[in-house]
């Protein structure tokens, strides 16, 4: 499924809000804030990041 959902700002509580209780793989880009997610959830949430942000070592 491929979901857009708008924020006015980029703060890294939004995409917690937006997700609600989803576990399982997110594809996301060099936003830091899915980072800070994943972290919060453990291993309930993976992260698969774009081949253009693992290229530019943002995410290494």
Excluded at 11 to 30: M, N, S
Excluded at 46 to 55: G, M, Q
Aim: hydrophobic share 40%; charged share 20%.
């Amino acid at each position: 499924m491929v979901a857009y959902v708008y924020a006015a700002d980029r703060k890294a509580e939004r995409p917690d809000i937006h997700l609600g209780d989803f576990a399982g793989i997110l594809q996301v880009d060099g936003y830091g804030g899915y980072t800070a997610l994943a972290k919060r959830r453990g291993q309930q949430l993976s992260l698969a990041f774009c081949w253009s942000h693992v290229r530019r070592n943002s995410m290494i």
